[in-house]
């Protein structure tokens, strides 16, 4: 659906173009009626009544659907909609047919589109904003972006979801009910070090490059060695892998990068749990979620805490060592039995040692 300003940036959050001034782009307002007919196809000529009506859709569906899906709202007499609105209408009523859009699936769907595609969509917008300020003649160098680039941008988003969209059905339909939510996964949480006293001493420019730096570097990672990122979290990421060796060799690099002067990776601790987690719109939950991220929190800078789950899976790998610690306490758990996971040595380091330091992994709390 494409209300009137729909790949603009509309969204409850998020500036829209009709705001160049307050975005701070007062010097492309002038482009704001043709890049906007670029991207809906055409100027609008239906109230949302209309588009309803056409698509045969009722009213207050149509409504909830463009609410949830954060787009400016509109009265009942603004001519703000296309025909592609009443497409868009049609399409859903379809999937509502076949129950794709089930009432119980519906809003967080929907919602999550809303939202993914509105920071997308100011991400592009002030992208090309800035490309056309670089050049004599902002504004028709901003309209012909809209008219070349964005057609490029919408084939290229639509390759990139078919890639993702074919590798979560890979890894969904390897598993033995692919119907339900559950599988098992190794679940990391990765949590930056002086996070607050770095950010302190950063301009906000510098701290935003600095997370993205950050956050490139381990979803980099991640993929290299077998895992994804779910989501990254202020100055945590969370990922995951299907193989818990995967994982673990994830969260050591990680660290070990974080201990190294040289490296620019920032010093990081870890935490690691493995089983049955529930998966639902792209993200994870369950207590092996909560586990792993209560590890991290107890963690040493430097150090891969583990749970149970995890020292099961990972006992017999020869590449690595696996010291039990002392039991914590952390918000819901009172008896937390966590690991340290270290590479195996390869050196003749005493036992004794090896213990002494493994215990000095979790801090006190």
Same mark, same amino acid.
């Given at each position: 659906? !494409?209300?009137?300003?729909?790949?603009? *940036?509309?969204?409850?959050?998020?500036?829209?173009?009709?705001?160049?001034?307050?975005? *701070?782009?007062?010097?492309?307002?002038?482009?704001?009626?043709?890049?906007?007919?670029? +991207?809906?196809?055409?100027?609008?000529?239906?109230?949302?009544?209309?588009?309803?009506?056409?698509?045969?859709?009722?009213?207050?569906?149509?409504?909830?659907?463009?609410?949830?899906? *954060?787009?400016?709202?509109?009265?009942?007499?603004?001519?703000?909609? !296309?025909?592609?609105?009443?497409?868009? +209408?049609?399409?859903?009523?379809?999937?509502? *047919?076949?129950?794709?859009?089930?009432?119980?699936?519906?809003?967080?769907?929907?919602?999550?589109?809303?939202?993914?595609?509105?920071?997308?969509?100011?991400?592009?917008?002030?992208?090309?904003?800035?490309?056309?300020?670089?050049?004599?003649?902002?504004?028709?160098?901003?309209?012909? +972006?809209?008219?070349?680039?964005?057609?490029?941008?919408?084939?290229?988003?639509?390759?990139?979801?078919?890639?993702?969209?074919?590798?979560?059905?890979?890894?969904?339909?390897?598993?033995?009910?692919?119907?339900?939510?559950?599988?098992?996964?190794?679940?990391?949480?990765?949590?930056?070090?002086?996070?607050?006293?770095?950010?302190?001493?950063?301009?906000?420019?510098?701290?935003?490059?600095?997370?993205? !730096?950050?956050?490139?570097?381990?979803?980099?990672?991640?993929?290299?060695?077998?895992?994804?990122?779910?989501?990254?979290?202020?100055?945590?990421?969370?990922?995951?892998?299907?193989?818990?060796?995967?994982?673990?060799?994830?969260?050591?690099?990680?660290?070990?990068?974080?201990?190294?002067?040289?490296?620019?990776?920032?010093?990081?601790?870890?935490?690691?749990?493995?089983?049955?987690?529930?998966?639902?719109?792209?993200?994870?939950?369950?207590?092996?979620?909560?586990?792993?991220?209560?590890?991290?929190?107890?963690?040493?800078?430097?150090?891969?805490?583990?749970?149970?789950?995890?020292?099961?899976?990972?006992?017999?790998?020869?590449?690595?060592?696996?010291?039990?610690?002392?039991?914590?306490?952390?918000?819901?758990?009172?008896?937390?039995?966590?690991?340290?996971?270290?590479?195996?040595?390869?050196?003749?380091?005493?036992?004794?040692?090896?213990?002494?330091?493994?215990?000095?992994?979790?801090?006190?709390?």
């Amino acid at each position: 659906m !494409t209300a009137p300003t729909d790949l603009t *940036g509309a969204a409850d959050d998020v500036p829209e173009l009709t705001d160049a001034a307050d975005a *701070g782009f007062p010097e492309l307002a002038g482009a704001l009626e043709t890049v906007e007919e670029v +991207l809906l196809g055409e100027a609008p000529t239906l109230t949302k009544s209309e588009v309803a009506a056409r698509a045969g859709v009722p009213l207050a569906l149509a409504e909830t659907l463009w609410r949830l899906l *954060g787009f400016a709202h509109a009265t009942d007499d603004d001519v703000a909609f !296309t025909p592609a609105d009443v497409r868009a +209408l049609e399409e859903t009523a379809t999937l509502v *047919g076949v129950g794709v859009l089930s009432p119980d699936r519906q809003a967080a769907l929907v919602r999550t589109w809303g939202r993914s595609y509105a920071r997308l969509a100011e991400w592009q917008t002030r992208l090309l904003a800035d490309l056309a300020l670089d050049s004599e003649d902002p504004v028709d160098q901003l309209t012909d +972006l809209a008219a070349e680039v964005l057609p490029l941008v919408e084939s290229l988003q639509s390759y990139v979801w078919r890639r993702h969209l074919a590798s979560a059905a890979s890894r969904t339909l390897a598993v033995e009910s692919p119907a339900s939510p559950v599988r098992s996964a190794a679940v990391c949480f990765v949590d930056i070090v002086g996070y607050t006293a770095r950010s302190k001493e950063l301009g906000e420019a510098e701290l935003v490059a600095w997370l993205e !730096t950050f956050e490139q570097a381990c979803a980099d990672l991640a993929v290299e060695h077998g895992g994804r990122v779910i989501k990254n979290i202020g100055d945590e990421v969370l990922l995951v892998a299907d193989d818990p060796a995967d994982a673990a060799e994830i969260a050591l690099v990680m660290a070990a990068r974080g201990q190294d002067e040289d490296d620019p990776f920032p010093a990081v601790r870890a935490g690691l749990a493995h089983g049955d987690v529930v998966s639902r719109l792209g993200d994870v939950f369950g207590p092996v979620v909560n586990i792993a991220s209560r590890l991290t929190s107890v963690a040493r800078p430097g150090t891969v805490l583990i749970d149970r789950g995890a020292h099961e899976a990972l006992a017999d790998h020869p590449a690595y060592t696996l010291r039990q610690v002392r039991r914590t306490s952390v918000k819901g758990y009172a008896k937390l039995q966590p690991w340290v996971l270290r590479r195996a040595p390869v050196d003749d380091r005493s036992e004794d040692g090896v213990e002494e330091d493994a215990d000095q992994a979790v801090s006190e709390s």
